[in-house]
């Protein structure tokens, strides 16, 4: 909980996370803004006509962890490195008929793909690392 407090605290900070927090968002779905993403330290650059899109997607509540880690160091690195903003539900604000929490990604369509992919790497790896075999078989 205290790792969600420095997050939400982090991003509360940020002049372009208030605009983007008070907007729309239905899940499974691209919304337009009619605001552009400018940020300091992201690898990947946009131009101020670029149309910052948002999707939801879906996190088992028990894998959730996982895609923010320990005092929210994956949430930070996959925000950071893609360029997209990510939002995590509140517990117990699950997609309409299952117990996955929601993750609103908002950014260019480049910077969204780049974070849905970076969020599926880390459940896999976690869930699925990789096999090692032994050389002695």
Same mark, same amino acid.
């Given at each position: 909980?205290?790792?969600?407090?420095?997050?939400?605290?982090?991003?509360?900070?940020?002049?372009?996370?208030?605009?983007?927090?008070?907007?729309?968002?239905?899940?499974?779905?691209?919304?337009?803004?009619?605001?552009?993403?400018? !940020? &300091?330290? +992201? @690898?990947?650059?946009?131009?101020? $006509?670029?149309?910052?899109?948002?999707?939801?997607?879906?996190?088992?509540?028990?894998?959730?962890?996982?895609?923010?880690?320990?005092?929210?160091?994956?949430?930070?690195?996959?925000?950071?490195?893609? !360029? &997209?903003? +990510? @939002?995590?539900?509140?517990?117990? $604000?699950?997609?309409?008929?299952?117990?996955?929490?929601?993750?609103?990604?908002?950014?260019?369509?480049?910077?969204?793909?780049?974070?849905?992919?970076?969020?599926?790497?880390?459940?896999?790896?976690?869930?699925?690392?990789?096999?090692?075999?032994?050389?002695?078989?």
């Amino acid at each position: 909980m205290h790792a969600i407090d420095l997050i939400l605290s982090k991003l509360t900070d940020d002049p372009h996370y208030s605009q983007t927090m008070h907007a729309p968002f239905s899940y499974a779905a691209y919304n337009t803004m009619n605001h552009g993403l400018n !940020g &300091a330290g +992201l @690898k990947f650059q946009h131009n101020k $006509d670029d149309i910052t899109n948002s999707v939801t997607i879906g996190v088992a509540d028990e894998h959730i962890g996982l895609v923010v880690g320990r005092g929210g160091r994956n949430i930070m690195e996959i925000s950071q490195t893609s !360029g &997209a903003r +990510l @939002k995590i539900s509140d517990r117990g $604000d699950f997609m309409s008929g299952t117990t996955d929490r929601k993750i609103t990604i908002t950014g260019s369509q480049r910077a969204i793909r780049a974070a849905e992919d970076m969020i599926m790497q880390k459940l896999l790896m976690a869930l699925w690392p990789p096999v090692v075999k032994d050389p002695k078989l």
